[in-house]
């Protein structure tokens, strides 16, 4: 009885329509804003990674590079999927 009255209860409420917040175009150009940055920040972090790849090459030294490519390139997957994930997540 009380699964029929909520289930009538939430018919006559039925689907609304998102709508967007007052600020939202401010805070979705910030995200865009970051989203660039850690972009950037990658980018340059795979061409330190190379340069420092040849100088361990060069030198001799171990080999520690090759790690940081690897997690630049995983954290720029995981930072530009991350409204899917969220979206997955939720959702």
Known sequence: MILAIAHDTLAQIGNPTPEAPP???KI???VRYLTWF??????CGIIYAGGRFAWEKWTGGGLESPKMV???MI????ATSAGTIMNAVIG
């Open 23 to 25: 600020v939202s175009d």
């Open 28 to 30: 979705l150009q910030l």
């Open 38 to 43: 850690v972009l950037l920040s990658g980018v």
């Open 75 to 78: 954290g720029g997957v995981v």
């Open 70 to 72: 690897a997690g630049a």
